[in-house]
């Protein structure tokens, strides 16, 4: 099982839909969440942490649930500059290892 | 500067050539990660340092493949002996020590082996 699962897509939705991702985790002991954008040829840039008790930015909710080990991405109002791969992102400290996992992204495309 | 810089930005080597990307990351940033994307594909996580520990060179794909990080900043990852299938874009990272913070990305260097 990968550390660090994500429904690749691509999500093709319309301008003005919801949209919601999943993301998957498998080491109980993460301890810090992320999700990440990245655009095509650029470098993955953060959109926003993800609390324990959900947080929201804008359009953008994030929600964290421990038990099930599961993190996701609300989108509301989709816009088409929204169209970009949506990286999970799951890190938890561990002296001189690395503890920064990526998924492997979901793909959305907002269509006019 | 104030982000994660990388140099070259874009590489095209000939089969068999070594070369050297640099990483120049965050003043401050303890972390540094490097990492490697091919087309349409994921992270492909390389070596991760972390101020004066070991690092975790657990992603190398191979002995062609080799990172340093001098005085706890600049980072050098060395490709010995390129192969076509190394093209693809390496990716720095850095950031401060602990869990919680972010991590910052630099654009990357796109290195073409022909």
């Known amino acids: 099982r990968k550390e660090v699962e994500q429904d690749p897509g691509p999500f093709n939705v319309p301008e003005g839909a919801t949209v919601a991702f999943n993301c998957t985790y498998s080491?109980?002991?993460?301890?810090?969440f992320f999700w990440y954008r990245q655009d095509c040829r650029k470098e993955p840039k953060l959109l926003m942490s993800?609390?324990?008790s959900g947080n929201e930015d804008g359009r953008f909710t994030a929600q964290l649930n421990r038990a099930s080990q599961y993190i996701s991405l609300l989108i509301r109002d989709s816009k088409l500059s929204d169209s970009a791969t949506y990286l999970c992102?799951?890190?938890?400290?561990?002296?001189?290892?690395?503890?920064?996992?990526f998924g492997s992204g979901t793909r959305l495309q907002v269509q006019p | 500067g104030a982000g994660v810089s990388q140099s070259p930005s874009n590489k095209v080597t000939e089969k068999g050539k070594d070369v050297e990307l640099r990483c120049d990351p965050i003043?401050?940033?303890?972390?540094l990660y490097w990492y490697r994307q091919s087309l349409g594909q994921g992270l492909e996580f390389l070596i991760y340092?972390?101020?004066?520990?070991?690092?975790?060179k657990s992603g190398l794909p191979s002995d062609r493949f080799s990172a340093e990080r001098t005085g706890g900043s600049v980072s050098t990852l060395t490709i010995q002996r390129t192969q076509q299938e190394d093209s693809a874009v390496y990716l720095c990272?850095?950031?401060?020590?602990?869990?919680?913070?972010?991590?910052?990305f630099g654009e990357g260097s796109w290195l073409t082996v022909v």
């Open positions: 003043s401050g940033h303890t972390a």
């Open positions: 992102v799951v890190n938890k400290e561990d002296t001189g290892r690395r503890a920064l996992t």
């Open positions: 340092f972390q101020g004066n520990s070991a690092p975790d």
């Open positions: 080491n109980s002991a993460s301890q810090s």
């Open positions: 990272a850095s950031s401060f020590t602990g869990s919680g913070n972010t991590i910052y």
């Open positions: 993800v609390y324990s």
